[in-house]
């Protein structure tokens, strides 16, 4: 572990060179603070305008996660400073992680991202945006905002938007966990490699001969070192969760409105694990969220990538305002005892005018206007 809490660095290849960055907090689980949002912008703009380097890797330090999210804990503590905001840092937090997310997704050159491990929140915004995304035997993803009060960000109002079926509803309103046959089913990684691979991926990319002025042919030259190492690890890959249950996740969310979707997952009586661990962390998380998580895929569902960080920022600003988010993260991170007072019992409590307040501008000019 270094002093940085990213590292980074340029890898010799055949010809050009290969950008590496590492996330090295494994303490935290490479969780991001505003200073790795930072670094990673700033990197992420001189190696674009950098000839030399023809693509660049993405991994967490550590074998237990390539990144856990943002850090949860500095966001709390912005928000119950100043109660009603503006939370200065949470607020410049949720702005610079969202333009980093959109310079990812908009990247000219290859970004191979290493998802091995967990990938939750934050992390699945590095992931999702990057153009090549390798997930692993132990990779573990998930967007569980609903039990802190908050709302699959960083991205999360594209990428779920265009996952197959009710699949992105249902996991954003749940925060089901998933794996990598599952990633790869709904669209979040493009290959499963095992994680023993991992060196001789890297070794195999600084063999290549990059073009320093081509993008695409780079691209290709990714695809070209990554699909033998995918063909040797179909064996190990793990069984899905999302596929083999699509048609009952299409059913459970196919109501006449949200609330009638809620009842839906809460009243299943299941014997089926998975299931039943997403419908109880609905039953645990905030209602008022669940309402605010829904409205917000609905509304950016044929946004493009542009309007959706602007509405994710309009709906994260509100968010960090409000009491819910500050007992959530209270109840399962700071004081620990899961018994969060959330303010509603049931969605059908949650006035319409409190649900329209969090989709209504808290400025005057959206801080990613210039997107």
């Not at 779920?160 to 699949?167: D, E, F, I, V």
């Not at 599952?182 to 195999?204: C, M, N, P, Q």
């Not at 064996?235 to 299409?250: A, D, F, K, Y």
Request: with cysteine; charged share 20%; aromatic share 8%.
């Amino acid at each position: 572990m270094s002093d940085e809490p990213i590292v980074f660095a340029e890898l010799p290849a055949k010809s050009g060179k290969l950008g590496r960055v590492t996330l090295d907090v494994p303490g935290t689980l490479n969780s991001l603070t505003l200073e790795m949002v930072d670094l990673l912008q700033n990197q992420l703009d001189r190696w674009a305008n950098d000839d030399a380097v023809a693509a660049v890797f993405i991994e967490g330090s550590g074998d237990r996660a390539f990144c856990a999210g943002g850090d949860v804990q500095a966001l709390y503590r912005s928000a119950i400073a100043t109660p009603g905001g503006p939370c200065e840092y949470a607020e410049a937090f949720f702005a610079r992680e969202y333009r980093m997310n959109y310079t990812l997704h908009t990247y000219p050159k290859p970004i191979i991202c290493w998802g091995n491990g967990i990938v939750m929140g934050g992390g699945l915004g590095v992931m999702a945006g990057c153009s090549h995304r390798v997930v692993t035997e132990s990779t573990r993803i998930a967007m569980p905002e609903v039990t802190i009060a908050l709302f699959p960000d960083v991205g999360g109002s594209w990428f779920l938007n265009h996952m197959p079926g009710r699949a992105g509803e249902f996991l954003a309103l749940t925060g089901a966990s998933i794996n990598a046959a599952d990633a790869l089913y709904t669209g979040l990684a493009d290959r499963f490699i095992a994680s023993e691979h991992k060196g001789a991926v890297l070794k195999s990319l600084q063999k290549q001969q990059w073009l320093a002025d081509d993008s695409q042919a780079n691209h290709g030259v990714v695809r070209h070192v990554l699909r033998p190492f995918a063909e040797q690890s179909l064996s190990s890959l793990p069984g899905g969760q999302v596929e083999p249950h699509i048609g009952r996740i299409n059913s459970l969310c196919d109501g006449d409105s949200v609330h009638e979707i809620i009842d839906n997952i809460l009243a299943q009586h299941t014997a089926d694990p998975w299931l039943a661990k997403a419908r109880d962390s609905l039953a645990h998380g905030s209602k008022l969220a669940a309402l605010w998580i829904h409205r917000q895929l609905r509304e950016t569902c044929h946004s493009s990538l542009r309007e959706v960080f602007q509405a994710e920022i309009e709906l994260a600003t509100n968010v960090v305002r409000h009491p819910e988010f500050a007992e959530g993260v209270r109840a399962l991170l700071i004081d620990k005892d899961r018994k969060p007072a959330w303010q509603f019992q049931r969605s059908r409590d949650v006035p319409d005018n409190l649900l329209d307040s969090f989709f209504t501008p808290p400025w005057p000019t959206n801080p990613l206007a210039d997107l």
